[in-house]
């Protein structure tokens, strides 16, 4: 018999190979999206390593977006910048014949030909903070201009109210003199190219000799003082291949370790360590943070004293230290040991090491403490005994810049450091009565005095105290205000006086006040100009607070007098008797040209925006740095909180 046929067995035959079907068409598709899925991990694993090499890229090359002071204001406005904004501010430029803008690096910085830099047009007050609210320490929480920020606060980037103690002058026009400042530029570049040529690596150059110049006060040892001092003229004006020389050299060449040299404790400190440090508050790179502090440490022994003071010289290699013998008995001198406060208070912020604070905040408890005769600080101290020198007072040298860090010193703190403030006034009080003077012309003048007995005569190097003056009075309304101002203004007209009323148009080293002569040097040894910045220091600051453009024009008509009278074919020299009609040169091109004159001139002619006066404040070799709480370059070191052993 043949057995019956099932009706399901073509069924389940037909349902068995569409299952086949199934299973394969699905191995097939998780076969295929593990390749993929492979690949793609393998891909992001590789766009994740790319993203770090650049990033440690980025960290190594300066970032001018975020890190250029310049750029500030820039990146916080930019995003209600159109592009309507952008055309006018081309239009602009073209209406200025100004050399169009290129981008470099990836487009991180905007490189102009011919050293024009462009800059927002929009007026920005000075005086108006972007971070305006602190934390009881004062610091930074949040940067959104790429800043460290190391504490918690909370940082308010709104219109914040006016800073220095509300006093309000002009308003910024956002004007740039783009022809004047772009001459300066070309001095700088003259100047560090010429020194590169003839004295790479060397402290400063002889421009006529066209060699290094080996008697400077840092000897002829290759320190590279011009190198480290106009570092930062040169990335304020955006020349990136000098700067980037620079920084080269000093990654390179730059130490103490075997130098065996005494070098002055006060200029190595403002040119090297406030140098450094400038150059690590713009850019962030830890080479400037670390070679500031290993200047610092070779300046250290020179604190070894009985009282604290430290000595005027220190050999970087043994550490023994010791002062001039020439200072009233072995006394330190107070323009000196006075002006160390702005880069040891900055160090010990930026490395977390209060050490360096600690040494001049012992200097600062001597000086508030001891009797001063009269309420003024006589020039020489005895680091031994505590006990002053000579009675010999000035607001010129040997005691210039021990007022100025005081003033600056509060500014630096967020002004915060009253007890600096409070001893800033205390000594102008003084001066004021005791050494400000009129001559029988009206000019205002501040002599030095000497046992109780006024010298009438006036240093070139006091032509500083005229902005000194001028920002102690912006910065705090008081009982002192407008006679601060008032002075400031006079003192500043009186040295503008001793320029013009040279055939050089340039300032003597001293100028006298008598009923026969004014604002006048009578002898040889006070008739020279080495290329002094501080005038122009004083234009600077008063065309901030003013906008006064008179302080525009003085400050061209010296621009024109250098040129003219200081230039050479290889750089610049001083002159030796400023009221020849062809005077002599010295043959050497200072350092501090490039750090201060060149700078103050550079930001007379330039924006309020460029290096603002209430984020930075300047040492006395014209190195800004930054305003704590208030500038988001201030980059303090995070502070480890001890850990509790509580349960």
């Not at 006093?167 to 910024?172: D, G, T």
């Not at 290094?212 to 930062?232: C, E, K, N, Q, R």
């Not at 009233?328 to 040891?344: A, N, P």
């Amino acid at each position: 018999m043949c057995p019956k046929t099932s009706k399901t067995t073509p069924l389940l035959l037909i349902g068995g190979i569409c299952f086949v079907i199934v299973l394969v068409g699905i191995t097939g598709i998780t076969l295929i999206n593990n390749i993929n899925l492979s690949n793609i991990i393998r891909l992001n694993e590789k766009v994740a390593s790319d993203s770090v090499s650049n990033n440690e890229n980025q960290i190594k090359e300066l970032n001018y977006v975020n890190n250029h002071p310049r750029n500030v204001y820039l990146k916080l406005n930019a995003s209600s910048r159109d592009d309507e904004d952008d055309e006018q501010m081309q239009k602009e430029q073209e209406q200025l014949e100004l050399p169009k803008i290129s981008a470099v690096i990836g487009g991180s910085k905007p490189k102009v030909e011919d050293n024009q830099v462009k800059e927002s047009s929009e007026a920005i007050s000075p005086y108006s903070s972007t971070f305006s609210s602190h934390s009881s320490a004062g610091e930074l929480t949040s940067t959104p201009s790429g800043g460290v920020a190391p504490s918690s606060s909370t940082v308010s980037v709104t219109a914040p109210p006016l800073p220095f103690g509300g006093v309000k002058y002009n308003q910024s026009s956002g004007l740039i003199d783009y022809e004047k400042r772009n001459q300066v530029v070309k001095m700088m570049e003259h100047a560090w190219h010429n020194y590169k040529l003839y004295a790479w690596g060397k402290n400063e150059l002889r421009p006529l000799s066209q060699r290094p110049h080996s008697a400077s006060i840092f000897g002829s040892y290759d320190l590279g003082a011009t190198i480290v001092d106009g570092l930062d003229t040169l990335y304020i004006m955006g020349l990136e291949k000098e700067y980037r020389e620079g920084r080269d050299w000093i990654e390179r060449k730059f130490s103490l370790d075997n130098i065996s040299a005494e070098l002055s404790v006060f200029e190595t400190n403002i040119r090297f360590v406030g140098g450094m440090l400038t150059l690590y508050a713009f850019t962030g790179d830890p080479l400037y943070k670390e070679k500031a502090q290993h200047v610092a440490d070779k300046l250290l022994p020179a604190f070894q004293t009985p009282t604290g003071i430290p000595y005027a010289l220190v050999n970087t290699k043994t550490g023994v230290a010791k002062n001039y013998g020439w200072a009233s008995g072995g006394s330190s001198i107070l323009s000196e040991f006075g002006t160390l406060h702005l880069e040891f208070a900055y160090l010990s912020d930026i490395t977390g090491n209060p050490l360096y604070r600690e040494r001049v905040q012992t200097i600062r408890q001597v000086l508030k403490e001891i009797e001063k005769p009269k309420g003024l600080y006589p020039n020489f101290l005895n680091p031994k005994t505590g006990k002053w020198g000579q009675l010999h007072m000035s607001l010129g040298a040997l005691g210039d810049s021990y007022y100025e860090y005081l003033l600056k010193a509060w500014l630096q703190s967020g002004q915060t450091d009253e007890e600096a403030r409070e001893m800033f006034d205390e000594a102008m009080l003084a001066i004021l009565d005791k050494m400000v003077r009129t001559s029988p012309g009206g000019l205002t003048y501040v002599s030095d005095l000497k046992f109780d007995r006024l010298e009438h005569k006036m240093d070139h190097l006091a032509c500083f105290s005229g902005g000194l003056f001028a920002l102690g009075a912006a910065t705090r309304q008081n009982d002192y205000t407008d006679k601060y101002m008032e002075v400031g203004k006079g003192i500043t007209n009186t040295c503008h006086e001793s320029y013009i009323r040279a055939p050089t148009q340039l300032g003597p080293e001293a100028f006298r006040f008598s009923e026969a002569v004014e604002a006048r040097a009578l002898r040889s040894q006070e008739k020279y100009y080495i290329l002094r910045p501080e005038t122009f220091e004083s234009y600077f600051v008063l065309w901030r607070l003013t906008h006064d453009q008179k302080y525009r024009d003085w400050g061209w008509e010296a621009v024109l007098a250098l040129e003219k009278h200081c230039r050479t074919a290889h750089g610049y020299c001083g002159l030796r008797n400023v009221y020849q009609q062809e005077p002599q040169k010295d043959d050497v091109q200072q350092s501090f040209f490039l750090a201060e004159t060149l700078k103050y001139l550079y930001l007379l002619f330039s924006d309020d925006s460029v290096l603002p006066l209430d984020e930075w404040v300047f040492n006395t070799e014209a190195h800004p740095l930054p305003i704590k709480g208030a500038n988001a370059y201030y980059r303090q070191a995070p502070v480890t909180l001890p850990v509790s052993n509580a349960s």
